[in-house]
């Protein structure tokens, strides 16, 4: 079984294939940690009870003798002698916020519930065993429910909560984390995902120290600033050994993961929605459901962390109608047209498209309202511009069709132009606090999708336009934060629910089409990678990762991504050279090479392309279809990074059997003298046998592995190559 309760230490312990995760009810009913790591056999973990020889100091917890201040809690109150960050604090109807759970029951049963109203990893019974533990403040009538599932197949744990009322009074959560871990070491390094507008996800390590630190968001979107992820690695860990703990948060609103050293040197992480500006008034009989926390334990590296969350995401995050599917190769107009283009224009693109193997055509922004063409009108006004689309919408779809190409459209629902028809008719619909004034970003506000009415037109406005184009492909973009967080509809006690409620609304809307259009196949996006989380991923099982389409800017901004993110969450693709946003000019080769990372495709005007550049395509899609499947259903091995090494980066993918690798070096700046360039290969089996599609020699797979593959040529600035390696048998 994967989860287990001993009744004489009174302890459940969760097993996944390498991992365990034990926590204990002691006296007076707390919770405590004992331990998360290696798989262990033992349930009788009571002898490590954490004792100091100052717990005098800290106030007993009442009714027992226990100083909660020096304990490992599994999730931990307010106000009750731990002086530590709380994961929960409750105030109730009489204003104070003492908050003190203790057990009541527990359940354990086979798969895993969903998460009303939230997205979440998927599993059925054969999949997962999950855990519930009830614990109650009887001050308040809050019942806390503790959800944890134990994964069959990946060394996976997740974490989410629920809260019940079940007194005869409301009371309001102010703060509420998905998950703790407390941990009884600080020998840790703090790696976590930084960046901005075009350099998103960069990875930054530092020591842990005294007292706390933390990322977070308060956009009410995830961001470009901070993925909602950190990794906890002991000092020595590598791509290869060390121990790795990961938290990734599956929510894409404003979320706070911090990591607070006692004076013991105990660590304790959190993470969950950011309580800043938020509380949530629960009343008798509600129920609040906390988003869900992946947990994620490694003793063979970063990269087996970073592999776990691939296959987890992949098999149990992603949307079941594209697990493991290969996505259509597309060409997207923005980069080779921006907002000047007409049917005819279009048209033209697609008869390129469908020469040179593409699978369809995506019309970016700029098609709807009556004036669009440029960035500070008619978002809101979903009807087609026929200035542009003379032929209509329907005429245009099915003319694409009839070439062989899928169609798809980019919206940007969640938007609204003060310039635009629907601001005109309904300015209430945008966020906004009376009596003050509007934050334009990017000349736009945002909807206010905590309002059902707004969620409506949504929805109506986009199916006009699915219906009548029998769209394939949305394109979902989301092009600023949120200032002036109110709502004209909610109550001056509700507005500090608004992100929350927000978001909420956003998961609505995306559901409610899938559950309508259930093939639609939604790529997320936000100014690029804005909003690249495992919340997006459930409904969008592919985020446009960058509008940095720079192929040596794209490596960095992949590595990173590949913490937490598999490749086939990733879209890529070619642009144009000089590039658009950094002026670099990179070989069509490499551009392709590094595209080929994600879900491939084209971002230029295919008219524009040289007879060579032509002929490019088609072996670059010939290639692609030929490597897709081991990319993304591959592991990923990344070999040489390109924040430790600004010379060269290479990366590997290896099928589960082990019979077939594919191994990606780029030259990012060649240096004045030649050098060696042995690559190392990694996951291979060491007793088997691979062909080189470069030289066509034979390696054993350990030769590969432990000697390297000699790939000593003479490179200049930009320079690329794939080498597939398939076993001999």
Known sequence: MSVIFDKNSKSFKLDTPGTSYVLEIIDGDYLVHRYYGARIPDTDLTYMHFKTNISSFFPNSPETNIPLGTQLLEYPTHGIGDFRASAVMIRGADGTATTDIRYVSHRIYKGKPVLEGLPSTYADENEAETLEIDAIDNHTGALVTLVYTAFAKHDAITKSVRVKNTSDKPFSLERIFSGCLDMPSSEYDLIHLWGHWAKERTPERTRLHHGKQSIESIRVSS?????????????????????????????????????????????????????????????????????????????????????????????????????????????????????????????????????????????????????????????????????????????????IRELGLKFGLWFEPEMISPISKLYDELPDWCLHVDGRKCSPARRQYVLDYSRADVRDYIIDCMSKIIDEAELD????????????????????????????????????????????????????????????????????PQIWTSDDTDAIERIDIQYGTSFVYPASAMSAHLSASPNHQTRRATSFKTRGIVAMGGNFGYELDLNQLTDDEKEAVKKQISDYNKYQKLVQGGDLYRLISPFKNRLHSAWEYVSPDKSEALLTFVVMRREIYSRYYLVKLRGLDPEKLYRSSDDGRVYSGALLMNAGVNLCKDYTDGDSLIIHFTEVK
């Not at 050994?241 to 006692?262: H, K, P, Q, R, T």
């Not at 109608?321 to 996505?327: A, D, L, T």
């Not at 020469?355 to 019309?363: A, N, Q, R, T």
């Open 473 to 540: 492909y949305i394109k979902w973009d989301f092009n600023r934060n949120m200032t002036e967080l109110g709502s004209a509809l909610l109550t001056p006690a509700q507005q500090k629910e608004l992100s929350h409620r927000y978001v909420l609304g956003v998961y609505e809307v995306m559901q409610r089409l899938l559950d309508k259009y259930p093939t639609l196949l939604i790529e997320g996006c936000s100014g690029g990678g804005g909003r690249f989380d495992a919340g997006m991923l459930y409904y969008a």
């Open 223 to 399: 961001g470009h600033q901070h993925n909602p992820f950190i990794a906890l690695v002991s000092p020595n860990a590598d791509e290869d050994m060390g121990d790795a703990y990961g938290f990734n948060l599956v929510y894409s609103s404003s979320f706070l993961i911090e990591a607070e050293v006692d004076s013991f040197g105990a660590t304790r992480v959190l993470a969950g929605i950011n309580p800043t500006d938020f509380s949530w008034c629960v009343n008798p009989g509600e129920t609040f459901t906390a988003p869900e926390l992946v947990m994620v334990y490694s003793d063979k590296g970063i990269g087996e962390m970073s592999r776990t969350f691939h296959r987890l995401y992949t098999n149990n995050l992603c949307r079941r109608q594209w697990k493991g599917i290969k996505r259509p190769i597309l060409v997207n107009n923005w980069e080779g047209t921006y907002f000047d283009f007409d049917d005819e224009k279009l048209i033209s693109i697609a008869k390129d498209a469908a020469e040179l193997g593409i699978e369809m055509l995506v019309l970016d922004d700029g098609w709807f309202g009556t004036n669009r063409n440029n960035d500070d009108c008619d978002l809101g006004d979903w009807f087609v511009n026929e200035k542009k689309i003379r032929c209509g919408i329907k005429e245009l779809a099915r003319r």
